[in-house]
């Protein structure tokens, strides 16, 4: 074991890199917003459905959130290869690894919604209906404001989720910090440029956690 | 104004079945307090969510002011419903909305304007009392004050009915009584015909016009809360009755400390302006009998005023005989206990 020396690195690529997951991050955690949240209100309406079709319906949905949410996310990301090339026309670099991401993500965060939403009480949302309320009123109206606290700690988690996605993301030539982990701290054996870009990866998680946790406390109202 | 007819309700299926009510009728009229009180397990929550149907009756029929409920589809129901208000024994306030909000949740649902909005919500929280903390949230008011945000989001959609679903179980005895005061005034000032179900008497008697008593799913005595309250029937209905009036120990004491041929002990019932007449007393000396109190109440019945006395008369059994007469010739009620 050398001793370490900071003085060669690369700041500029450490920049770019830290940019680039940020950017992952961005779009990513946007459109796993986008498509888990609906998912995860669905997941809520469909589970409590009187109907059985729906019931039946929704035990498929729930199968298939169950599976994607049980491969690991580094075959996930191999076996979406085509499909990432399909939609963005590439499978690498920034842009290739975001519909994996999502896709990795989507039914993550689904599943928190859907427990976040089964939290908020019964008997609020009974009055709403007592008082005529429809399907869709209840669930902006009631469901979204009195799980915000749940909501914005799903968000929260599966952000940081996210980013330890981004990074294994770095071992299919997916691109950021992960990345430069893997290329230069792993094969290059350059262990400076490992510690800060895993360093970097903490203070990111921090921060989205520290983040999270303001906005739960700010909606907090009991 | 509502009427239900052949009401039964079943949960669950095949052995598992359980039967909340069967087949069970009641009619309400315009403008009156209609109580419906019962034990727990009675079927008196299940019977006031089947008005609303937020409880889908397994058979019968449901009709608020002409419309039967029972027949409607998704979007005519969510339409009558919001001239039906209904208050919760836990409030069910939104909790991440102010009391202001909360308030203004039926009307921003039918698409009010906010001007009007504004105006209907200050007109309620005026009603109500709670001017001062419009902009404060449920959890940080007291549990009479998150009922009375209960009773003005209610009202905020002009219903024709309120249902209150043990609205007062949750809450002490003076806050119970405010809010009772409360849903009494604005019975009488909207003419607004309110159905509640609760497990004590004292609720029935403060502010009820009629009376049905429930038990094992149906209905076993109903009436003018004053005949109910004064000669129940049912052995269900005299419970509640003498929890609320009657310490049945004590007064058997009382009776047998002291009996013999010259003496009887008498329930009198008094109601109306007699309960303050000294209609007993000028009897008494009349006819030469003694009496002594041994327990007594003199209440009212939401505005009428009535009395309960067990009294021990006591001389010669010709003269208790021509007092017990002229009582009952004077209106009151006397049944002889012993």
Same mark, same amino acid.
């Given at each position: ?17 830290? *940019? ?43 199968? $298939? ?20 090339? =399909?939609?963005?026309?590439? =499978? ?22 859907? +427990? ?23 669930? +902006? ?5 009195? &799980? ?9 988690? +599966?952000? $940081?989720?996210?980013?330890?996605? +981004? ?12 990345? *430069? ?17 895993? &360093? *970097? ?22 | ?20 009510? #069967? ?21 008196? #929550? ?38 039906? @208000? ?24 039918? @698409? ?34 998150? !009922? ?8 905020? #959609? ?15 005895? !003076? ?42 799913? @149906? ?40 009996? @013999? ?11 109306? !302006? ?7 007393? !000028? ?15 003199? #209440? ?39």
């Amino acid at each position: 074991m050398g001793s370490l020396n900071f003085a060669d690195l690369n700041w500029q690529e450490m920049l770019e890199a830290t *940019l680039a997951t940020i950017k992952m991050l961005a779009y990513s955690g946007l459109f796993t917003i986008i498509l888990g949240l609906p998912l995860g209100i669905v997941l809520y309406l469909w589970g409590r459905s009187n109907s059985i079709v729906i019931r039946v319906i929704y035990s498929v949905l729930s199968f $298939v959130v169950n599976i994607l949410r049980s491969v690991p996310f580094i075959i996930l990301m191999v076996a979406l290869i085509p499909f990432s090339k =399909s939609i963005v026309g590439t =499978s690498i670099g920034v842009l290739g690894t975001i519909p994996a991401l999502v896709i990795g993500a989507s039914p993550f965060l689904a599943r928190l919604v859907e +427990t976040a939403l089964r939290e908020v009480d019964r008997g609020v949302i009974e009055a709403a209906q007592g008082m005529g309320a429809s399907t869709s009123q209840i669930v +902006t109206r009631v469901l979204l404001p009195e &799980a915000r606290p749940g909501l914005f700690a799903a968000a929260t988690i +599966t952000l $940081v989720t996210l980013v330890s996605y +981004t990074a294994m993301s770095g071992m299919v030539g997916g691109g950021g910090l992960g990345d *430069l982990a893997i290329r230069y701290g792993y094969y290059r054996y350059q262990k400076e440029v490992m510690i800060i870009s895993v &360093a *970097l990866m903490v203070l990111l998680v921090q921060l989205l956690q520290m983040a999270g946790d303001r906005l739960v406390r700010h909606f907090t109202r009991k | 104004m509502i009427e239900i007819r052949g009401l039964t309700k079943v949960y669950g299926k095949g052995d598992k079945a359980a039967t909340a009510l #069967s087949g069970l009728n009641l009619s309400i009229k315009k403008g009156e307090i209609f109580g419906v009180i019962g034990h727990s397990g009675a079927g008196k #929550s299940t019977l006031i969510r089947c008005i609303n149907l937020l409880e889908r009756p397994t058979e019968g029929e449901i009709w608020v002011d002409g419309v039967e409920l029972t027949k409607l589809n998704r979007g005519q129901l969510q339409e009558q419903r919001r001239k039906i @208000g209904m208050i919760f024994q836990h409030f069910n306030l939104l909790s991440s909305a102010t009391v202001y909000d909360n308030i203004a949740f039926p009307l921003r649902l039918t @698409g009010s304007t906010r001007p009007d909005i504004d105006l209907k919500v200050k007109d309620l929280l005026a009603l109500v009392g709670l001017e001062e903390h419009s902009d404060k949230y449920p959890a940080q008011l007291s549990g009479g004050q998150k !009922q009375r945000v209960g009773v003005a989001r209610a009202l905020a #959609s002009d219903p024709d009915v309120l249902l209150c679903d043990e609205a007062t179980s949750a809450l002490d005895p !003076q806050t119970t009584d405010s809010i009772l005061r409360l849903l009494l005034d604005i019975n009488k000032r909207f003419h607004l015909t309110i159905v509640l179900i609760t497990h004590e008497m004292h609720v029935i008697q403060s502010i009820c016009d009629r009376v049905a008593v429930i038990h094992g799913g @149906g209905i076993v005595e109903e009436g003018e809360v004053t005949e109910v309250f004064l000669k129940p029937q049912h052995e269900i209905t005299r419970d509640f009755i003498r929890s609320e009036t009657q310490n049945e120990g004590p007064l058997r004491a009382a009776i047998e400390a002291k009996q @013999g041929e010259y003496s009887k002990a008498v329930k009198i019932t008094f109601l109306g !302006q007699k309960t303050y007449d000294s209609t007993l007393s !000028q009897v008494a000396r009349e006819t030469g009998v003694n009496f002594a109190i041994l327990q007594g109440t003199i #209440s009212t019945l939401k505005d009428v005023p009535y009395g309960q006395l067990i009294v021990r008369f006591e001389g010669p059994a010709a003269a208790i005989e021509i007092t017990i007469a002229e009582l009952t010739a004077q209106g009151l009620d006397v049944e002889v206990i012993s």
